[in-house]
Structures are given as structure tokens and as C-alpha cells.
């Protein structure tokens, strides 16, 4: 079949219009895309808007941030805390310190729960992600022992808590 | 004012575009319903993908539908409630007058009888209104393989219309 009649044949078949589609699909084409989450700002060569990568970075550093503030909290606590030792003694008791209640409290509460964070397993490794590439990240494995002792009923409850933290880390590509 | 603009070029892209995507995905999907949700599916997958706040490309939209249907194809069928609850809509893949009812109904037996690999080259040349390279890109294949399959394609639909569109 020539040119001339393949161009003829190509603008009858154009005549035929693809059937309608229903109100129904496209109130539906409609309501998925008002539920669609706003696509991240990219600039040309795909590589994310600054920006963005602030907010990124920020976002892991602040979590991470708060952790180490309370990690910093509870290694004073520990600190401040009378050893074993000292509290098993029969040499006789210091004066009662008189505190408000929510500070009585909190030293207490401090006093019956023990944290332990053991490192059982930290490396990096690389995912494909479908937006940005390659996206480096490291995973650390950790077991949180968690003790909380009843002074009064010398129950004591242990928890082993397995425990996996994965943070994004910049990734250089050349 | 700006909301009610993009709202607005919004529903004017699907009214405009819908059709030819379920004319596309009919042709994948093994029942009326599968064809709507690929549609749905793809046009908010290409949505989130694409980098601008508009519309998506609608060469990405068809490359998603492609993509969606093989992976449905794959996958073991399974019946929804609504599928069960309305009965299936008669899945004329052409609008088409009174008179032109027979010619439509012509191409699409014909569409139909042609190998999918030039069906679909020859959907979204003419129906699709893609080039070539967007068909390439569509459908993972070289450019001039686009080309030679839609001439192969248009071929065949001469050869079992007979001559009676042109």
C-alpha cells in the first residue's frame, strides 16, 4: 500500500472517536487526583529542589536531635543515681529530703527504670528510589533491655526490645 | 482565582483525555472494569510522578496503563463486588452516529483480529495522537520499531476492512 492511500485510510480511521468515557470514571479520574499528595518541586535534571533537601535534612536531624537530648537526660540520670551498692547498705539512711511531688515522682520513676541500648548490628547500604535515585542509607540494629523494678513488690519486668533505625545519609554520585 | 483555574484545567484535560486512555486500557484489560481502574490508576500514578503541578504528560499516562496492564495480567483475577453488582456496560471501544455504527463496529472487529503488538502501536498513533518517539518511549521500543509495526499495523486493517473505508 502506497503513501497516498495509507494517508487516506489514516484519516477515515481518525473519524472514529474513542468511546466517552462515563461521568462516573471521570468523577472518580477527578476525586483520585484531588487525594494525590502534591507532587515535590524537582528542577530540571531531576535532582531535588534545595529546598526540599533542607527539609529533608532537617527532618533526620531533628528526630535524631531529641534522641541524643534524651539519651544525654537519662546518662545524667544514671549518673546522679546511688550505685547498687549504695543502696543495698545497712549504714543508716541520710535524712529524708523533702522535694515537691512531681520531682518525687520523677526520681523515683527514674529510680525503678533501667535502659539499656545495645548495638547489635550497624551498616550502610544503597535503595533505588523511583523519584531520586539512589538513596544511601545506614541501619543500625539495636536491643533496648528495659527494666522496671517495684520498689514496694520487688517485682521486676524485663523487656528485650529489637529495634532497627535507618537514616538517610547524603549520597554523592559523580 | 488561581485554584479555580488549575481545578478547571483540570477537569478539561480529563474530559479531553480520558477516552482515548480507556480506549487504550480496553484493550489491555480482560473485563470493563479492569480497563476503568487501570485508567484511574495510571492517571494518579503519572500524576504523582510528574514533576509539574498540572496535568502529567499523557504519553506517561499511556506508559503507566501499559505498564499496569501487564502487571494486572499477571496477577490472579479477581472479581470485585462492583463488578458483580452492575452488570457490565457494553465495551464499545468507539463513539460512533447511527451510520457510522457499522463502520465502527467494522474497525473494531478488524482492530481486534490484528496482532496486539500493532494495535497498540496503532492506538496511540492515531487515537493517542503520540509521535513516534513518545510511542517508543510508551512502550520501551525503538523508535523506528514504532514506525514499522504502526505501517504493519494500518496494513493488516486495510487488508480485513477491504477496502471499504478507503
Known amino acids: 500500500m502506497n503513501d497516498p492511500e ?5 484519516t477515515e480511521l481518525k ?71 549504695e543502696r543495698t547498705s545497712t549504714a543508716p539512711e541520710p535524712p529524708v529530703r523533702i522535694t515537691s511531688a512531681p520531682e518525687a515522682a520523677r526520681e523515683e520513676a527514674e529510680d525503678a527504670l533501667e535502659i539499656d541500648r545495645y548495638l547489635v548490628a550497624s551498616f550502610e547500604t544503597v535503595a533505588e528510589s523511583p523519584e531520586r ?31 532497627v533505625q535507618v537514616v538517610p545519609v547524603r549520597f554523592e554520585s559523580y | 482565582m488561581e485554584v479555580e483555574s488549575t481545578e478547571a484545567k483540570w477537569q478539561k484535560w480529563v474530559r479531553e483525555h480520558a477516552a482515548k486512555f480507556l480506549l487504550f486500557a480496553r484493550q489491555k484489560a480482560r473485563c470493563e472494569a479492569d480497563a476503568q481502574d487501570l485508567v484511574q490508576e495510571a492517571v494518579l500514578e503519572a500524576t504523582q510522578r ?12 499511556f506508559a503507566t496503563i501499559h505498564r499496569r496492564a501487564i502487571d494486572l495480567a499477571r496477577r490472579e483475577d479477581r472479581r470485585t463486588g462492583r463488578e458483580r453488582a452492575t452488570p457490565q456496560a457494553a465495551e464499545t471501544w468507539f463513539d460512533s452516529t447511527v451510520e457510522q455504527r457499522e463502520l465502527e463496529q467494522l474497525i473494531e472487529g478488524a482492530m481486534k483480529q490484528i496482532p496486539e503488538i500493532y494495535r497498540e502501536v496503532v492506538t496511540l498513533k492515531i487515537w493517542g495522537e503520540l509521535t513516534f518517539a513518545e510511542i517508543g518511549e510508551t512502550l520501551g521500543i525503538p523508535q523506528n520499531t514504532a514506525a514499522s509495526r504502526y505501517r504493519y499495523g494500518v496494513t493488516e486493517l486495510r487488508k480485513i476492512t477491504k477496502g471499504v473505508l478507503a
Open chain 1, 6 to 10: 495509507l494517508n487516506v485510510f489514516e
Open chain 1, 133 to 163: 535515585g539512589p538513596v544511601r542509607l545506614r541501619v543500625d540494629q539495636w536491643l533496648d533491655t528495659v527494666v522496671f523494678k517495684d520498689a514496694d513488690t520487688g517485682i521486676a519486668i524485663e523487656r528485650h526490645i529489637p529495634r
Open chain 1, 15 to 85: 473519524k472514529l472517536r474513542p468511546a466517552k468515557a462515563s461521568e462516573e470514571l471521570i468523577t472518580r479520574l477527578m476525586e483520585g487526583r484531588q487525594h494525590a499528595p502534591v507532587p515535590t518541586p524537582t528542577r530540571k535534571d531531576g535532582r531535588a529542589h534545595p529546598g526540599l533537601l533542607w527539609k529533608r535534612i532537617l527532618w533526620v536531624l531533628a528526630p535524631a536531635c531529641a534522641a541524643l537530648v534524651l539519651l544525654g537526660v537519662l546518662l545524667n540520670s544514671d549518673r546522679n543515681r546511688p550505685t547498687r551498692a
Open chain 2, 50 to 61: 510528574s514533576s509539574t503541578s498540572g496535568p502529567p504528560p499523557t504519553a506517561l499516562v
